[in-house]
């Protein structure tokens, strides 16, 4: 008579967890033309603030408007691309084989999740994205051309 495995779960962050930074640093935000990644949090910052807004809101939208500004237009595809260019930290990539093949030996099916106030569709770029049962994160709304025009969904410290 075989058992049945046991269901786990891990859930992980995503920017300074499995990857260094935060994920627009390493290419989306050197190419609007931003060369001290600070510059651009510093501003979202201030911009929440000013307006009395989320901050997750607040970068995405800026994202959006430095894009306009530099005559970029972001689409769903654009976002992947950027993420296939994230790093990640030694021993990330081989992690889930290493991880489910121990769970396994101990009865145990293991998901894994990430819950991240970055951006769905860049760690969908990644490539340990196909490793992740489902992704919980920021993300943008698409026009009838796939170009982002509003964030449409901010996961922060308190969702």
Not at 51 to 74: F, G
Not at 138 to 151: D, I, L
């Amino acid at each position: 008579m075989s058992k049945k495995k046991k269901l786990m779960a891990i859930a992980y962050d995503f920017d300074g967890t499995l990857a260094p930074g935060n994920m627009p640093e390493h290419s989306f935000i050197p190419e609007v033309g931003i060369k001290k990644p600070r510059r651009f949090w510093d501003e979202a910052k201030a911009y929440a603030s000013k307006n009395d807004m989320d901050e997750i809101l607040s970068y995405m939208h800026l994202m959006l408007k430095k894009a306009d500004q530099n005559e970029i237009a972001v689409k769903k595809e654009s976002f992947l691309q950027h993420g296939k260019r994230i790093p990640f930290f030694n021993g990330v990539r081989g992690w889930f084989s290493r991880i489910n093949k121990y769970a396994s030996s101990k009865g145990i099916r293991l998901e894994h999740y990430i819950i991240s106030s970055g951006l769905r569709e860049m760690i969908e770029g990644t490539s340990i994205s196909k490793k992740i049962e489902y992704i919980f994160a920021s993300g943008f709304m698409y026009n009838q051309n796939n170009v982002a025009v509003w964030p449409a969904l901010a996961i922060n410290y308190t969702t």
